[in-house]
């Protein structure tokens, strides 16, 4: 039987000891979002409608591809960081598992995707 005070029980990082990594991370990659999504919005708007030619053209540029490639890197780490919490929350037993696995395969998938995209027509 082991006898612990409420500030030794409190000491660690938490019971899955990643809580405040998870944390830190989410808070981060929100921050980094206030900065990348209205870059890329005014970024993207500009050539929204535009002719084939001319969105090929704009993206070769290196300030559009590289705005679009840190938003598509930056968000979808953050859709892996919040859908993760979210199915550790509301989802138990091995399905927890599969979901996670799943969501990290296609969160990073998808951002590969779309990087490997851009980075196809900017060179």
């Known amino acids: 039987m082991r006898f612990l005070t409420d ?6 990082l938490g019971s899955a000891k990643t809580g405040t990594e998870h944390h830190w991370h989410m808070m981060v990659t929100s921050v980094a979002l206030v900065g990348l999504i209205p870059l890329f919005v005014f970024t ?6 535009a002719p084939y030619d001319d969105v090929i053209a704009y993206y070769q540029r290196p300030f ?9 890197l930056v968000g979808f780490l953050h859709f892996r960081g919040g859908v993760q919490t979210l199915i550790e929350d509301y989802v138990h037993g091995f399905a927890r598992k599969a979901l996670i696995i799943a969501m990290i395969c296609l969160s990073y998938t998808a951002a590969a995707v779309g990087i490997f995209a851009i980075v196809r027509i900017a060179l």
Request: glycine share 20%; charged share 15%; hydrophobic share 50%.
């Open 64 to 72: 559009p591809a590289i705005i679009g490639i840190l938003t598509l």
């Open 7 to 12: 500030r030794k029980r409190a000491a660690g």
């Open 44 to 49: 993207f708007g500009y050539i929204l409608g």
